[in-house]
């Protein structure tokens, strides 16, 4: 899936494409999942699949201050139990789960309005 970047702004971190087992930010290709935000990129995020999710890498997310969370789950959107997400849920912070390519493009048009927002996005390396 090829991102199209309307911002002309080298410093804002915009995801330009997403496929299997790769996410290119700006030039800059991510093989595995990362956490990222307009201004921080977080490589190695250690969730591989959806069920890997815990809430100590939710913690890593809520750790870059964001005012919005989207967490991308993978091919498709899966929920994780609440006591997963406790972290951020206590911390009052605004929380969507959507499968990768939706979490990319919506992370895209939220950086993209200047807002603060952290992306956790599962990288799943095979179809």
Known sequence: ???HRDNNSDSLN????YTTGVITVNESSYQGSLI????AIVENWPPACHSDLNSEHCQQIL???PEIILIGTGKRQHFPAPAILQPLINSGVGVEI????SACRTYNILAGEGR?????LIVITAD
């Open 63 to 65: 750790d870059l201050g």
């Open 98 to 101: 959507m499968a990768t390519d």
């Open 116 to 120: 603060n927002v952290v992306a956790g």
């Open 36 to 39: 990222i935000s307009p201004g």
């Open 1 to 3: 899936m090829k991102l």
């Open 14 to 17: 915009l995801i330009k494409a």
